[in-house]
């Protein structure tokens, strides 16, 4: 699952993410590979 995010990611919590659509998604992590880094946004792999 690929997630762009513009919050900080904090491992096993639980933290909504805005997604591209707008919706929100609300997961517990466990374990979090970061894919690539922008200015403004992080995208981020979840493995749940």
């Given at each position: 699952m690929?997630?762009?995010?513009?919050e900080?990611?904090?491992l096993d919590r639980q933290?909504?993410?805005?997604?591209e659509q707008g919706k929100r998604l609300r997961k517990r992590l466990t374990k979090v590979?970061?894919?690539?880094?922008?200015?403004d946004s992080i995208l981020i792999y979840i493995e749940t």
């Open positions: 690929k997630i762009v995010t513009r900080p990611v904090c933290v909504d993410f805005g997604i590979y970061f894919l690539e880094k922008s200015p």
